[in-house]
């Protein structure tokens, strides 16, 4: 994403202060006289104020209001910026869980700061966002096929054609973007995530990562409005979404709890994927 930090136990304060060393040739001091001691007048307190140490609360609370600076200052991010509207801003994620992956931000100051099921009980919000989506999912499809597009069989006619005008459509690289929210989102601006299904990046670090992606816990975008009654809108069942076993986004071959081999599959899934 386009956060500060890309989990909120990854902001630490630096270190404070240098470790200091005696060296050998120092001079002894002299004996202390314990009356003269007592009797010295007392060094009063210092009364400068002191440096306020933030909290882990406070960073994460920064971190979880982060990408409200998109929404207001957008031209302060030069090309994280794709797009900008009237109705949205259009980012890349700072941390990106696959090899395009981009934030859609609605400005609507009424909804960006309620949960999915909330704002887009609004159809009139719901439709905004929706037109904006399927048009950045557009030029995620456009950015996957720059990507990877060489690397694929299926495209290749596209590819070598020289007559543009006429030349094959090739691989329908839009089927491969995904489109939607996680049901519990950790920042607090609403957003909407447009990802590739490949999952090939160093930031899936842990089983929240893969899992937020490839389980129920990602709701499609054209699934809402939820009804009252949808399971997904259950913090047990999402939690539960969570702590599954990982299961192959391609292939469903089920890795438990080894996120290390699931990993390694991954480099190969990537590398079949991306040549169809």
Known sequence: MAEQAEDIDDIVDPPTGTGSSKHHDETPSKPKNAFAELMAPKRKASTSPQPEKRSKHDKAARWRGALVQYINNPSSFGTQVLRVTPNTVLIKDSFPKATVHLLLLPRSEKHHLLRPSEAFADPAFLAIVQQEAASAAQLAAA???????????????????????????????????????????????????????????????????????????????????????????????????LSKDFKCWRCGKDFGNKFTQLKRHLEEEFEEWRRE
């Open 143 to 241: 950015e996957l096929e720059r990507l990877i597009g060489s690397y694929s069989v299926s495209n290749k006619p596209r590819l070598e054609a020289t007559d543009y005008a006429n030349r094959p459509r090739g691989r329908d690289y839009l089927k491969e973007i995904k489109v939607g929210m996680h049901a519990h989102p950790s920042m607090d601006h609403l957003h909407v995530h447009i990802i590739s299904r490949d999952m090939h990046s160093p930031m899936v670090k842990h089983k929240k990562h893969y899992n937020s992606f490839n389980t129920e816990f990602f709701i499609p975008l054209a699934d809402y409005p939820l009804a009252e009654d949808d399971v997904r809108r259950d913090v047990g069942f999402q939690n539960g979404n």
